[in-house]
């Protein structure tokens, strides 16, 4: 660093030095929490794609079934008029300064005979097998939408957070060092300059002493 060698400027980068060692500490220690929240979430989000995968395969293969032992117009005439609505409300939670995405869903009847959008008479069960699961597999894909933003706001908080800790760590603590060792050195010899000096005067003023006692 460019500054002067002086004992004002030695304080202040000895208070700065403090400073940059706290922040330093308490950015390793986000990073870390903040990986482990990243990875944690990142499991999660494995597991219920497994599990919603598996289950919209079932739902799909019902669906085929429906198909297959359905007339395509009665199919379209059964999913034409749905009851149920859900509105999709959207909040966030703060995870280490990261704002987390929370999402809920809200049904317009509590009714859970209402997902069914038909009468019985002239479907398939099949079809209610299928329109079934897909409803019980909605909280899980909304999950599912949640981990995977999450994992991403998590990767983007990291990354930035590993790039102020390695600065600190590489860069602004080493010059701090380095410079505030600079500063004590050129001090402490400044100092010897002047005790040298001081003992040559010193000698000075006793020879002189001593030559005008001599007389």
Not at 31 to 54: A, G, H
Not at 78 to 86: G, R, S, T, Y
Not at 192 to 200: F, G
């Amino acid at each position: 660093m460019n500054v002067n060698p002086t004992r004002m400027e030695l304080s202040r980068l000895k208070k700065r030095l403090v400073t940059a060692t706290k922040g330093h500490k308490l950015l390793k220690d986000k990073r870390d929490e903040l990986m482990r929240r990243f990875l944690q979430t990142v499991r999660e989000n494995k597991d219920l794609r497994i599990e919603v995968e598996s289950e919209l395969e079932n739902a799909n293969r019902h669906f085929s079934v429906a198909r297959s032992v359905m007339e395509p117009s009665e199919l379209a005439v059964a999913l034409m008029a749905p009851k149920q609505e859900i509105n999709l409300d959207i909040t966030t939670k703060n995870v280490m300064s990261v704002n987390i995405p929370v999402y809920e869903v809200k049904a317009k009847t509590g009714r859970s005979e209402d997902i069914y959008s038909y009468g019985y008479a002239f479907t398939s069960a099949e079809l209610d097998t299928a329109v079934s699961s897909l409803s019980s597999v909605m909280p899980k894909l909304l999950r599912l939408a949640e981990t995977e933003k999450s994992a991403q706001l998590l990767s983007a908080e990291i990354e930035k957070t590993r790039r102020r800790v390695n600065a600190l760590e590489h860069v602004m603590i080493p010059d701090l060092k380095d410079t505030i060792k600079y500063i004590t050195m050129k001090l402490d010899e400044n100092e010897r300059s002047s005790t040298a000096r001081l003992m040559k005067v010193k000698d000075m003023m006793l020879e002189k002493a001593h030559h005008w006692n001599g007389k």
